[in-house]
């Protein structure tokens, strides 16, 4: 799947296409054990909030009638326990990551709450899903897609297992435009959350690639546009926060 002689950005740096996964994965490796606790920190819980509203737009059936969600890089099981909540019997969670740390820290997770029944852990790398085309109600994905090397390839593989009438979500930092609140947020991500980071899990560098990633993320109108690329119709976002988040959503029709 790589793309030979081609650059990408992790954080700020430029680094070889075929390079950026690992580093992204020593970057998870590194933070899953408090990767949770560290969202509540940096956002002061509001990221709760934001997930809030993705399941909303979900909107899972609270019936029988069976209906299985994807969620890529949900290692932590974040968005698929909160769906399971708010669903019926008939739902049924699968959790794709290609973290085993943040796996390992969704199982245990799960069990805790009584969800491993209804909450699949998977290995699996979003550019190249191991699923049948067609094989899922729902796809989502939640501050996940920036740092896959290849976002145009994990969005067609997102189109190609979703069953018609299927939607596709996704939620993402985004660009904060509101006057005075651009110069806070920047002021709290580059000089509050790596010292942050370094408090917490002992490790600073990853959190700075963190916010540089997200300076990196493609504005939402150039995101959307790169969704309908991979087939979707009615794409469209919403802006969360000032600016700070924006929901995506996109069909298969």
């Given at each position: ?52 509203i993705m399941i ?83 796809y989502t994905i ?73 300076r990196k993320f ?36």
């Open positions: 799947m790589d793309r030979p002689g081609e650059t990408t950005h992790f954080g700020f740096r430029d680094v070889p296409l075929g390079d950026k996964q690992t580093l992204v994965n020593d970057v998870f490796h590194s933070v899953a054990s408090r990767y949770d606790l560290m969202n509540d920190l940096m956002s002061g819980g509001l990221h709760r909030v934001w997930k809030d909303t737009a979900l909107d899972p059936p609270r019936g029988d009638r069976p209906f299985a969600l994807l969620d890529v890089a949900g290692g932590t099981g974040d968005i698929a326990f909160r769906a399971a909540k708010a669903a019926g019997a008939g739902f049924h969670a699968t959790v794709c990551d290609i973290n085993t740390d943040m796996l390992a820290v969704g199982r245990e997770r799960a069990a805790k709450q009584h969800l491993d029944t209804r909450v699949d852990f998977v290995e699996g790398n979003a550019e190249a899903l191991a699923f049948a085309d067609r094989s899922f109600d729902a939640a501050f996940g897609i920036r740092n896959v090397p290849q976002i145009d390839l994990a969005l067609r593989e997102a189109y190609r297992v979703l069953r018609p009438g299927s939607r596709f979500l996704c939620l993402e930092f985004s660009t904060v435009e509101m006057p005075g609140l651009d110069k806070l947020y920047d002021l709290f991500s580059f000089k509050v959350i790596p010292p942050l980071g370094r408090m917490v899990t002992g490790d600073a560098e990853s959190y700075q690639y963190l916010v540089e990633s997200i493609p504005r939402p109108a150039a995101f959307a546009d790169m969704i309908r690329e991979a087939g979707f119709s009615r794409v469209s976002w919403q802006t969360l926060s000032g600016g700070i988040v924006a929901l995506h959503s996109g069909w298969r029709l």
